[in-house]
Nanobody
Framework: QVQLVESGGGLVQAGGSLRLSCAAS????????MGWFRQAPGKEREFVAA????????YYTDSVKGRFTISRDNAKNTVYLQMNSLKPEDTAVYYC????????????????WGQGTQVTVSA
């Protein structure tokens, strides 16, 4: 099983960019589908993006398509979320998740989670 540590969050103005990183321990990183979820205050944790194991196919929620890009570097055991054209509604705690799943949008399909990193976008 992997362990996950996110980094890269912070405060940015609307229209700005951030890159989140999620470093994974373990030798089987490439076997996992990796996802990013986010949770805003008072709201449910929601799917943002995922990159599927083996095929490396990517999936995004509609609200971030064209602005966010998920990628992975299996040699570095790291998954990234490049976030451009940030909006105040992107403000949330962002969580990295790992799972042996082919259903990347489903929160319950992931069994390992990071501690989260705060992203705040000011207007």
């Amino acid at each position: 099983q992997v362990q996950l540590v996110e980094s890269g969050g912070g405060l940015v103005q609307a229209g700005g960019s951030l890159r989140l990183s999620c470093a994974a321990s373990g030798r089987t990183f490439s076997s996992y589908t990796m996802g990013w979820f986010r949770q805003a205050p008072g709201k449910e944790r929601e799917f943002v993006a995922a990159i599927v194991r083996l095929s490396a196919a990517t999936y995004y929620t509609d609200s971030v398509k064209g602005r966010f890009t998920i990628s992975r570097d299996n040699a570095k055991n790291t998954v990234y979320l490049q976030m451009n054209s940030l909006k105040p509604e992107d403000t949330a705690v962002y969580y990295c998740a790992a799972g042996l799943t082919s259903i990347p949008r489903l929160r319950s399909a992931y069994d390992t989670w990071g501690q989260g990193t705060q992203v705040t976008v000011s207007a």
